[in-house]
């Protein structure tokens, strides 16, 4: 096991055969392989070569989720700049039979002059992917290097792979206070199992439990989440059609998007402080 790096991604893997592939592009990890199979979804029509953000895998939204409509972030475009922007190899971190790690490191000297422009904080983000036999661990850590302090979002952006949305159902946010994004209306969820059976796109605030991804009743993916209160659940449905860059047309059908972040409140980080969150996808 261990790393392979070539001038645009890195792959890390084990001896058991599972492995873990990441652009330097967004530090999008665009492919994670257990017993041969694909656990996430990436549209076959998905730009990987920097023109635009990666469509699957897992984008890293940051600092702004979704637009905003004021403050220091809204000149931004949507879900921030850390998608679409090089990130730097810092290296492997530690390996072993059953472990593999790699970080990588985005600063204000990554982003273009018009990026740095527009978010003029000096800031320092180290982002850690760990691969074990059952899980793929994703770690960020935000430093603030300036004298001002900074609002911010954070989310992971994951699209899983499914082998049919019609028999996905989504555990643990029963309770839990959601915006709806496609009524723009809000509710509370009275699902124990969250099925999917058209276009959702909501922000479930504070849940408490861990998600839990099921196919036909067995579980799929555990989501464990370290200081990311937050879980967003987004499928396009048939408006995946109207995608210049998701492919096939009913890909919709084997994703769901289920989405660890820091996104329905402001997150303030003073000068000299860290603020460190992670995911993990546990099969
Ligand atoms: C989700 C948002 O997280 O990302 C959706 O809740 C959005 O509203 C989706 O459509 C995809 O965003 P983008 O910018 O990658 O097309």
Not at 145 to 161: A, I, P
Not at 235 to 264: H, L, Q
């Given at each position: 096991g261990g790393m392979s790096v070539e001038s645009d991604n890195v792959t890390l893997s084990l001896p058991s055969g599972e492995s873990v592939k990441v652009l330097l592009y967004g530090a999008t990890v665009i492919s994670w392989i257990v017993d041969g199979q694909e656990k996430l979804f990436l549209s076959e029509k998905a730009k990987l070569d920097g023109t635009k953000p990666v469509r699957g895998g897992i984008p890293l939204v940051f600092p702004v989720f979704g637009k905003a409509t004021e403050g220091p972030t809204a000149v931004l475009t949507q879900h921030g700049f850390a998608r679409i922007c090089k990130w730097e190899l810092l290296g492997k971190t530690s390996e072993s039979e059953r472990s593999v790690q790699v970080d990588f490191g985005l600063g204000p000297e990554n982003l273009t002059a018009g990026l740095q422009k527009q978010w003029p904080y000096p800031f320092g983000l180290i982002?850690?992917?760990?691969?074990?036999?059952?899980?793929?661990?994703?770690?960020?850590?935000?430093?603030?290097?300036?004298?001002?302090?900074?609002?911010?979002?954070?989310?992971?952006?994951?699209?899983?792979?499914?082998?049919?949305?019609s028999t996905v159902g989504v555990e643990g946010l029963k309770g839990v206070q959601y915006k709806d994004?496609?009524?723009?209306?809000?509710?509370?969820?009275?699902?124990?199992?969250?099925?999917?059976?058209?276009?959702?796109?909501?922000?479930?605030?504070?849940?408490?439990?861990?998600?839990?991804?099921?196919?036909?009743?067995?579980?799929?993916?555990?989501?464990?989440?370290?200081?990311?209160?937050?879980?967003?659940?987004?499928?396009?449905?048939?408006?995946?059609?109207?995608?210049?860059?998701?492919?096939?047309?009913?890909?919709?059908?084997?994703?769901?998007?289920?989405?660890?972040?820091?996104?329905?409140?402001?997150?303030?980080?003073e000068p000299q402080n860290v603020w460190e969150a992670g995911a993990v996808i546990h099969i």
């Open positions: 982002y850690s992917v760990t691969l074990t036999r059952t899980s793929l661990e994703t770690k960020i850590l935000v430093r603030n290097e300036g004298s001002e302090t900074f609002d911010f979002n954070w989310l992971f952006h994951t699209y899983l792979r499914v082998p049919d949305i994004k496609v009524t723009a209306s809000e509710a509370t969820e009275e699902n124990a199992e969250l099925a999917i059976v058209s276009k959702v796109d909501r922000v479930y605030a504070n849940v408490s439990n861990t998600v839990v991804v099921k196919s036909g009743g067995n579980p799929l993916y555990r989501v464990e989440r370290t200081n990311l209160e937050d879980v967003v659940i987004w499928n396009p449905w048939e408006d995946a059609v109207g995608m210049a860059d998701f492919s096939p047309d009913d890909g919709y059908k084997n994703m769901i998007c289920v989405e660890a972040g820091a996104v329905s409140k402001w997150h303030k980080l």
